[in-house]
């Protein structure tokens, strides 16, 4: 069963930058879709950034979109989340999950559509 890791989380200012890592091991991440969603404390869950599989067509939520980008490497497994202009409303975990079905895309970005998930990274914005 495929096991999923985040990295590159941290504490960063308002304005900056990091760049979240999401590795696959027992599995595979070619010809899956995979999304990064976060967890705000008191909130729930939410999509944050996707990637379809095949074309690699990329998904924002309107919150994120122009200053975060996923990407994919296939060959190292891994799945990318740069994120850039960093805002305190930022502040979340973030997780990476892959979806169940090879050669399927979700019918949505809605977590309920995504099977493996990490155990989250923490993101930390401060003004």
């Known amino acids: 069963q495929v096991r999923v890791q985040e990295s590159g989380g941290g504490s960063v200012q308002a304005g900056g930058s990091l760049r979240l890592s999401c590795a696959a091991s027992g599995g595979t991440f070619s010809n899956y879709a995979v999304g990064w969603f976060r967890q705000a404390p008191g909130k729930e869950r939410e999509f944050a950034a996707g990637i379809s599989y095949g074309d690699g067509i990329t998904y924002y939520a309107d919150s994120v979109k122009g200053r975060f980008t996923i990407s994919r490497d296939s060959a190292r497994n891994t799945v990318y989340l740069q994120m850039n202009s960093l805002k305190p409303e930022d502040t979340a975990v973030y997780y990476c999950?892959?979806?169940?079905?090879?050669?399927?895309?979700?019918?949505?970005?809605?977590?309920?559509?995504?099977?493996?998930w990490g155990q989250g990274t923490q993101v930390t914005v401060s003004s």
């Open positions: 999950a892959r979806a169940p079905r090879l050669y399927v895309n979700p019918s949505s970005w809605d977590p309920m559509n995504f099977a493996f």
